[in-house]
């Protein structure tokens, strides 16, 4: 927000959404991050984020290590989220 959107009055920025798992079609709150990457195209250090809702977290990580992308599974930190959070909607 800026000193030009007070003054016009604007709201200003919408509240943060609440993380939403990275499941095809599943619209619930997320709790668990899987991190994987693909080594054809990332560096080995590189590490991109799902999220996952209880439900899903089992599904999720199996279609990542059946391809040979997981790396890791963590419970999710509301603070960690940021921005630069890839959210895949896998089948």
Known sequence: MNIFDLAA???GPPPAAAPMCSRKACRSEASWQLL???PK??????RKIWLACGDHRDW???YLQTRGLWKETLPLETDSVSGSTQQGQEG
């Not at 195209?41 to 590189?46: F, Q, V």
């Open 9 to 11: 009055g604007t709201p």
């Open 36 to 38: 994987w990457n693909n």
């Open 41 to 46: 195209i990332h560096t080995p250090e590189r």
């Open 60 to 62: 999720l990580e199996d």
